[in-house]
DNA sequence: GACAATATATGATATTTGTCATGTTTTAAC
DNA sequence: GTTAAAACATGACAAATATCATATATTGTC
């Protein structure tokens, strides 16, 4: 099994401020799993205990409303930490984790990297910071669902998405997003989004290919009001 | 000039933990200030460089959007700390406070604070619980801002009002807000706030009285859909 | 490569919400 | 108390978005 203290994407998240000793401890109690897109990394209302840290791939996190459809919250990527709130708190998760695509994370029990918060100061203000980051972006999602137009967040969206994950060679936006998942980030209907990504493209401001998206004039999508 | 240590204000916050001797010191270099309703504490791109603990009364943070309005993102009150986010970061505020009645707040300087954020591991710790739980509530308003009608989240915030600040002798809500600030909140135009209040008020839901609301159908409010 | 399942696309229509106009009430200052 | 300013209220209409129906395309599976 791979070692965490020789793992590079442990730089990436707050784990890279644990001492090498306190690497070499919790590298001996962690599991490494293989998900599958689409599968259920965790869900709302569950126990999880601990944080995964994520090697590779992308997930959604998600929680479901009183009307049957699901919210994305935010996208969880290759480097970030995931279920850092559940170290914090004794109450179960507030959100659903899917995976988007194929992924590999570890899984560090609570109770070997609790004590390391309490005592590696170092290592919690890194926690506190990246919390911290995630509230402000998460204040920043309020006012933009608050008011901005469906057209508008989901030109954003897609420029997030293009910003974040970039390219596959043929330059198609590396991240694939079906229309649902792009109306759940968006909150609104899957139709009005499908509807609005055509609209783009006839404004020759993205073109698609099956559910793959390439943007052609991203000025012209950060200029959309 | 008061003391922290006497204060009975932090049993309600993070400073609760500190110690008798950190408490001393910040009693020694805070200011106490005096800020009347209306007036502004700080604004979106100010450096704050510090926290306020709130003493007294009530505030808004919100955030200016493009489009020239408001939007309301949470209420802080007596007995909260408002920019905690200045001390785990250098970026200047992202949104302003504004008083919502008359308030008394004592600000304490970031590099009062930081060492013991750095060194006391417990007062760091509960920092990080009461980001943990502005986080999930900050998601919690994402997904209601997505998924919820306007009169849905406006009956929302008329029972969290409730909720938190209770009614006044004659059973008014305590807190008075305006009509703008409850469409700042649920982001809407002040019209459509209105609207729906009296349509709220003829469905014998609420009544009103000038500024003042009196809910009279709690379980009616909370049924909406 | 055919097929079923799933996802995408689009029209028609209903509903929700925003905007503009205008009048009334409340509040706060003198 | 008067009075001007601000806040509240409501109608008429416009724009944005949701819903329902249905058709087409794409994807994964055998």
Do not use: W
């Amino acid at each position: 099994m791979s070692k965490c203290e020789q793992c590079i994407i442990r730089q990436f998240n707050s784990l890279k401020s644990l001492t090498k000793e306190e690497l070499i401890r919790i590298s001996g109690c962690k599991t490494t799993k293989t998900i599958k897109k689409g599968e259920i990394i965790f869900e709302e209302g569950e126990n999880i205990n601990g944080v995964f840290c994520v090697k590779d791939g992308i997930c959604k996190l998600s929680k479901l409303s009183a009307n049957g459809k699901d919210q994305i919250v935010k996208l969880v990527v290759k480097g970030d930490l995931l279920g850092q709130r559940s170290l914090v708190g004794e109450e179960s998760a507030n959100l659903s984790a899917v995976a988007l695509n194929d992924m590999e994370v570890c899984f560090i029990p609570k109770h070997e990297i609790m004590n390391d918060l309490q005592q590696n100061s170092k290592f919690s203000f890194d926690v506190l910071q990246q919390m911290a980051k995630d509230l402000k972006e998460s204040d920043d999602i309020i006012v933009n669902m608050a008011q901005k137009s469906v057209k508008q967040r989901l030109a954003e969206t897609l420029i997030y998405v293009y910003n974040h994950f970039g390219n596959n060679d043929e330059g198609f936006l590396d991240v694939i997003l079906s229309r649902e998942d792009y109306a759940n980030i968006v909150g609104t209907a899957t139709e009005s989004a499908i509807r609005i990504l055509s609209q783009l493209k006839k404004e020759g401001l993205i073109s698609t290919s099956g559910k793959q998206i390439k943007i052609e004039d991203l000025k012209g999508l950060e200029s959309i009001e």
